[in-house]
């Protein structure tokens, strides 16, 4: 069940109940205590009470240190509270499996992510067959990801409006009906370039509602204890897609075309269209849906607005998903016309990078917490290896650097996923995750363009090398500005010989004084 490149998110909320939430927060817990969603996406930082009491900085403001002390006891007691439970839920990286309606989720999941990772390989290449140009091959992902930064947030306000199953009945199936008539223009004989771009375009306008409907829908199907393994899950389902995707397309491609690739996308959506029929309503958790009304949208933007928290990540991915992730453009120049290995070296280096953001799924589903340094080390590292990999003079060793860049790439993501998820309230989340998905993907039609027009005027080399840049830089500035909202800042040096970095508390200002008296 895939849509694009959010096809690994889902939300993850933190209470016994989405219904319960409504009343009492994400934790579940009164309002004088700190939200733990939040602290669970900043579990272990110094300082980061500051973000925790965002939402109730003027309640804080007045009351004494005392006061403080004993919120930071029953913030204490109750992240004690919430990993107990997690234990007694049973952990495990597949720990999430267990739920039956979630197993009918997951294996839909990934017979449509195969599917739809054997389209796209093999839409850039026909793309770059037809046209020979790299900017047409970022024109198609531009268009794919267009509506989404026109419609996105419209799509989150749908989404928290409506039954997510039922939305993603239709969702699937329209994107099934898409790869169909992609599949007859092909095989027919009469495709052409146009004919991509419109279907490219008409599964962006789907992927509007279905992205925040999806995601909206695991916390449904799993439950608040479970969700943070879901979403690594989920993202080790579309990465584990993406091995086997990649490498189909390439032999359909080379042996009997790349209509038929288009066809068994187009029959792959029967799959989770038969999960979402299958499963059992009473094992579902209860949904909130938000009635109609007026200034939805503007409730949400105001939300997301007063959270520095959600800001933080939210921003970083926009620079990472408009600059660092146009992956298509370049792997098919450098297969193409640096390395000369044609189709199948772009299937290798495809299957190269799933195996790398594989494995960082995989171990994000092991981890019980998502910090923030995390999410900035990742960040700066995909940037510092995409110029890296960009000047690489052998085929091996780029092909050897695109596995911890798949890795530090989906970490990232990950991270600033559930950071946003786990702070998002159950009445906001559609609109939130909305809103993270619109500055993903949603600068794709910006930054494909763009970098294909460097990489078609510079050569693939220096295009490559701009996106690793930009997104080096943006996460070293959105980290700098992150240590100053929470309250720490980052320390680089050596200890025992090795190379550290990393964040501690910022010393207050009479401290400074005195220090320096």
Not at 145 to 151: D, K, S
Not at 165 to 182: A, K, T, Y
Not at 248 to 272: D, H
Request: aromatic content about 8%; overall charge positive.
């Amino acid at each position: 069940m895939s849509s694009g490149p959010g096809a690994d998110s889902a939300p993850a909320p933190k209470s016994a109940h989405d219904s319960d939430t409504s009343k009492t927060g994400i934790t579940g817990t009164t309002n004088k205590t700190h939200n733990t969603a939040n602290t669970a996406s900043t579990d272990g930082l110094p300082g980061t009470d500051k973000l925790v009491t965002a939402g109730s900085a003027d309640k804080l403001s007045k009351t004494s240190k005392t006061e403080d002390t004993s919120s930071t006891d029953k913030l204490d007691d109750t992240n004690s509270t919430n990993n107990t439970k997690l234990r007694k839920a049973g952990g495990g990286t597949f720990s999430s499996l267990k739920i039956r309606n979630y197993r009918l989720f997951a294996t839909g999941a990934v017979v449509s992510n195969i599917g739809t990772w054997m389209s796209r390989v093999t839409q850039d290449w026909l793309v770059l067959s037809l046209t020979g140009s790299s900017a047409a091959v970022g024109i198609t992902t531009a268009l794919q990801f267009l509506p989404m930064l026109l419609f996105g947030l419209y799509g989150g306000v749908i989404a928290d409006r409506y039954p997510k199953r039922q939305l993603l009945l239709v969702s699937q199936g329209l994107m099934g009906l898409c790869g169909l008539s992609l599949a007859v223009l092909t095989l027919s004989g009469h495709v052409q370039v146009w004919h991509v771009y419109l279907v490219a375009f008409l599964v962006g306008m789907v992927t509007v509602v279905d992205n925040p409907a999806r995601q909206s829908f695991v916390s449904e199907m799993v439950g608040p204890d479970q969700l943070r393994n879901a979403v690594s899950l989920n993202s080790a389902n579309f990465q584990t897609a993406r091995l086997i995707g990649p490498a189909v397309a390439g032999i359909l491609i080379t042996s009997v075309g790349s209509g038929y690739a288009f066809l068994l996308n187009g029959l792959s959506f029967l799959a989770p269209l038969t999960g979402l029929l299958l499963m059992r309503s009473g094992e579902l958790q209860k949904s909130v849906t938000v009635p109609r009304g007026k200034g939805q949208l503007r409730e949400g933007l105001r939300y997301v607005r007063g959270k520095p928290e959600l800001i933080g990540p939210i921003v970083l991915v926009g620079f990472i998903g408009t600059f660092g992730f146009n992956f298509p453009i370049w792997l098919t120049a450098f297969a193409n016309g640096i390395y000369h290995g044609g189709a199948g070296l772009y299937s290798v280096f495809n299957i190269l990078m799933a195996a790398g953001s594989l494995a960082g799924a995989l171990l994000a589903a092991r981890r019980r917490s998502t910090r923030l340094r995390l999410l900035i080390i990742a960040a700066m590292g995909f940037g510092l290896l995409e110029i890296l990999v960009s000047v690489s003079p052998y085929v091996w060793l780029f092909s050897l650097l695109l596995l911890p860049i798949g890795m530090l790439g989906l970490t990232t993501n990950i991270s600033a996923n559930t950071s946003v998820q786990m702070g998002a309230e159950p009445a906001m989340r559609g609109r939130v995750m909305s809103l993270y998905m619109m500055v993903f993907v949603g600068g794709t039609p910006i930054g494909g363009p763009l970098l294909g027009w460097v990489t078609d005027t510079f050569g693939a080399r220096i295009g490559f090398a701009a996106g690793g840049a930009v997104s080096l830089v943006a996460a070293a500035v959105i980290g700098l500005v992150l240590t100053r909202v929470v309250g720490v800042r980052l320390r680089i040096g050596l200890r025992r010989g090795e190379p550290l970095m990393e964040f501690v508390p910022r010393e207050p200002r009479e401290a400074q004084l005195a220090t320096a008296a």
